[in-house]
């Protein structure tokens, strides 16, 4: 049997796997990246609306949520989003910051998988896609690959598979399954960043307004986001709800503010001799629909001179304490990544190597660190493969 070996073998070729394979190539080590999918880097591909979102420059560990908390200091610190700006202007890769820190590419996402691309190649690194890894063995040596191209040997083994969202790309549990092998555990994965789905009871008041988006404040106890929040057909989305959707526990109340920038009740007495009706005067702060069906939800249509206190507090409490509890998620197919995966507790923080199998190290969304939307998880990939490359 004719077995080819390597210094590392990294299954994955998304963000963490082609920024490690690059690194550690670098470091002239012998290097294969495998991946199962023909196309290269599908979900740099489609983000950021096809512009990639590809870091934030306020990533901090606090932007992050993982059931070890403090575990992405280290590699947050040593690979920061300058770092990666900095990687951009030396190959003059024009970007902008949109809002909140947010920065994308000013052409379109192929750039960066064409800089990662020419990097692996530059730092000689081996790649084959469209392969599946039979299986995966320790030895006495590192670990012994049988894939559908053949055999393979390697000292040190980087798993970076990504998680469970967008499966209609290619995402699997793959990264999860040898984590299980080796007895490594797993804190379960989820969907995050993802839509909130309503009851139909909800759905009834709600879906006419589908289309309808609006600036909230979408909070769950103490946690809140000040964005933008969209009623679909299914229930909500929008940036606002995106983000804490990685927070709702499956029994939560989700309380939205539907107008975060000023208070209505001071609007109205600052009003209170108009003889305009609710639902016109609130077209002035909301779309002519949205301000509809606040007045017919409320059961509250009179002109604003003729608003008693009693209808004052109950529109207030509408609009600045608007209450749903969701029914679910849309799942990962609608979700931008996954909560969970690969317990911190199992692994370096210094180095994402495995406590247990010396050799076998985990980075990028199949460990359980999850951003916030806007480009934090792609920060986290560039970080976690930069400390995992340089201890390989």
């Known amino acids: 049997m004719s077995v080819c070996k390597y210094d590392t073998i990294i299954i994955g070729a998304g963000a963490a796997g082609l920024m490690c394979a690059a690194l550690t190539g670098q470091r002239s080590k012998s290097v294969l990246l495998l991946d199962h999918s023909k196309k290269l880097a599908e979900k740099i591909r489609i983000s950021g609306g096809g512009r990639c979102n590809f870091t934030n420059i306020n990533a901090t560990p606090e932007n992050y949520l993982s059931s070890s908390p403090k575990f992405c200091i280290s590699a947050l610190s040593r690979y920061t989003p300058r770092h990666f700006t900095e990687l951009l202007d030396k190959y003059q890769i024009g970007y902008h910051e949109k809002t909140l820190g947010q920065l994308f590419c000013n052409n379109n996402a192929q750039d960066i998988i064409n800089l990662l691309d020419f990097l692996n190649t530059e730092a000689n690194v081996k790649r084959s896609q469209g392969v599946i890894v039979e299986s995966i063995d320790k030895t006495m040596f590192g ?18 598979t990504g998680g469970l969202a967008v499966p209609q790309i290619g995402a699997t549990g793959f990264g999860y399954e040898v984590a299980k092998q080796f007895g490594i555990g797993l804190i379960k994965p989820e969907p995050a960043l993802v839509p909130l789905a309503l009851s139909a009871n909800e759905l009834h008041y709600l879906a006419p307004l589908s289309g309808t988006s609006f600036f909230s404040n979408v909070s769950i ?14 229930g909500l989305s929008g940036p606002a709800i995106l983000q804490i959707s990685s927070y709702w526990n499956g029994n939560d109340q989700v309380i939205i503010d539907l ?28 779309s002519v629909r949205l301000a509809k069906s606040i007045s017919e939800m409320t059961q509250i249509n009179k002109q604003v001179c003729q608003l008693s206190k009693i209808e004052l507090t109950k529109l207030s409490d509408f609009i600045h304490g608007f209450a749903l509890k969701p029914s679910g998620t ?46 934090y998880n792609f920060q986290w990939a560039w970080s976690s493969a930069f400390i995992a490359a340089h201890s390989v």
């Open 330 to 375: 849309l799942g990962f197919k609608k979700a931008e990544v996954t909560k969970g995966g690969v317990d911190c507790k199992e692994l370096s923080s210094k180095s994402m190597m495995a406590n247990k199998i010396d050799g076998l190290f985990f980075i990028g969304e199949v460990v359980d660190v999850t951003g916030w939307l806007g480009g």
């Open 143 to 160: 670990f012994r690959l049988n894939t559908s191209i053949g055999v393979f040997d390697c000292e040190t083994l980087v798993i970076a």
């Open 259 to 286: 107008l975060p920038q000023c208070n209505i009740i001071e609007e109205i007495n600052n009003n209170k001799s108009s003889n305009k009706t609710l639902e016109n005067f609130l077209s002035a702060y909301f």
């Open 221 to 234: 106890n103490k946690t809140s986001f000040q964005e933008n929040t969209l009623i679909t057909h299914r």
